[in-house]
């Protein structure tokens, strides 16, 4: 039986495990998660996870949340080698350190974004916003200054990680390509992935709802 996963398809945490799966060849049975029908918060579901985020993932039982966690367990679990997400020490050290990142500041600062609209009805993006993602461009410039990749020479589940973020910022917030090359390049081959429809599909819907709320 095929893992569950619950989610919100254009959010950018179940974009990243989507991609993850696609990567590793697993296949995933999609359950949508209707949040303005408040089915995360009824009782079935909150039995799952009292925590009532998605994604969440149903491996026969095994129940997790976190779009990090999900990665790690996945190819843990079903990966056929460590490539994504390397079992020797300083490189492992590394990719978690970029899914930390995605998690505690790129995301986040996305996130004060895209709430701001959805329960605020905001039509512009505040100065502030606008220079914490651009200072969290910044960083990933840094990080792909001296790599192809976010935590080194090869993809890794962070890369998968931040690319369903960052290129959900960058619809709010466009990447100047001109002060952020490397991140702009790295967009680029993220996006020559075979699998990279797993990211653009739900991207697309969201880009299309943030579109239609902001002012031009």
């Known amino acids: 039986?095929?893992?569950k996963l619950y989610l919100i398809p254009p959010s950018p945490p179940a974009r990243a495990v989507q991609l993850c799966a696609r990567a590793i060849d697993l296949d995933l049975e999609l359950?949508?998660?209707n949040?303005?029908?408040?089915e995360h918060l009824k009782p079935e579901f909150l039995k799952i996870n009292p925590q009532h985020t998605v994604p969440t993932l149903?491996?026969?039982g095994f129940i997790l949340w976190d779009s990090h966690a999900i990665m790690t367990y996945l190819v843990?679990?079903?990966g056929k080698d460590e490539s994504l997400y390397p079992k020797e020490p300083q490189p492992r050290a590394l990719v978690d350190q970029r899914l930390f990142f995605d998690n505690g500041i790129l995301f986040p600062r996305m996130l004060v974004i895209t709430r701001a609209i959805y329960f605020h009805g905001a039509k512009t993006i505040l100065k502030e916003w606008s220079d914490d993602l651009i200072e969290a461009y910044g960083f990933l410039e840094n990080y792909l200054e001296k790599t192809k990749f976010v935590s080194g020479d090869n993809i890794t589940i962070a890369d998968l990680s931040i690319i369903a973020t960052v290129t959900t910022c960058n619809v709010m917030v466009p990447i100047d390509e001109t002060k952020f090359p490397k991140l702009a390049g790295?967009?680029?081959e993220m996006e020559k992935l075979s699998y990279y429809d797993a990211n653009q599909v739900g991207l697309d819907i969201i880009t299309s709802w943030i579109k239609?709320?902001?002012e031009e």
């Open 1 to 3: 039986m095929a893992p």
């Open 31 to 33: 359950q949508t998660v």
């Open 35 to 38: 949040l303005l029908e408040q």
């Open 58 to 60: 149903d491996d026969n």
């Open 76 to 78: 843990n679990k079903y």
């Open 186 to 188: 790295w967009i680029k």
């Open 212 to 214: 239609s709320k902001l």
